[in-house]
């Protein structure tokens, strides 16, 4: 199984009732043998411009173990589905991923250290 992030643009007029359109889309993802790691809604933004005649929409994004055969289909039926104003399916590389926590964390025990050797000065 292979991760991917599926970044998913619902209507806006679904904020208020959002569950059944996220019960639909997540009945798509296991139709097609996937499995949900993780789910972050970042909730109702303008958009840079007008999509279906929408000027905001719900982002939702979505981490799933699918499959590689099986991502044509879900791309498919996300196509016809009527909440679902845009997507996009995008494979994790999970080693540059895991590289870049490891530059990050480096990153913030240099900057500690050089605080506490400054500190150690004064």
Known sequence: MVQYEIAILYDPGLEVDLSKAEDR????????KGKLLSKDNW?????????????????VFYKVEIE????????????????????????????AIEKAE???????LRLEA?????????
Do not use: C, M, W
């Open 102 to 108: 490891k530059l990050k964390l480096e990153k913030k």
């Open 68 to 95: 590689p055969t099986h991502v044509k289909q879900i791309e498919t039926t996300l196509n016809i589905t009527n909440e679902v104003i845009r997507f996009s399916i995008i494979k994790l590389d999970l080693k």
């Open 114 to 122: 050089n605080a506490s050797s400054k500190a150690e000065e004064v």
């Open 43 to 59: 909730g109702k933004h303008k958009l840079a411009y007008s999509i279906k005649g929408n000027e905001h929409g719900l982002y």
């Open 25 to 32: 889309v997540l009945k798509i993802f296991s139709d097609n």
